[in-house]
């Protein structure tokens, strides 16, 4: 899988550098885990027939809202708490690169409003479509954020107050 692979292509590189960035890769990790879990993708493999149950679509909508909730305030605020101690300021390329991030913030969590509150007698007809629509919106959000550590990463590695 594409995002399991670039996943540990940024975690090889960024990985111990910052603890912001190690919060930031630790709560990607445990998002991805949860949707091959959903998908039903190696090494959690089902029955491609069967839905998941009421369950794992909850646990994993509720990962998916914590995961775009901590990037949104408590990952942003901690960058934000490291730059003012040493001085940095955003550029143009990063605030940008971050409202780009944010325009996929809506289509995750109608996802997850969907899908949060279905019952197990629910057809879910849509479900597989849209399972694959929130992987790629997942994947292009995680590609995003991987320009935004490199954008960031630099500044993050300084010791506050440096």
Known sequence: MVMLSKFEQVQKQWGGSSDVIDHWLMSRQQLLIDYCKLAGMPPFEHNSRQLPTTSQLQLFCQQLVDYISEGHFKIYDMV?????ATGYSPTEEISQLYATITQTTDPL???????????????????????SAIGELIELRFALEDTLIDLIGESLACPPGA
């Open 80 to 84: 934000m708490a490291r730059w003012n």
């Open 109 to 131: 969590l109608n996802f997850a409003d969907k899908y949060t509150e279905v019952k197990d007698d629910d057809e879910l007809p849509d479900f597989n479509d849209d399972l």
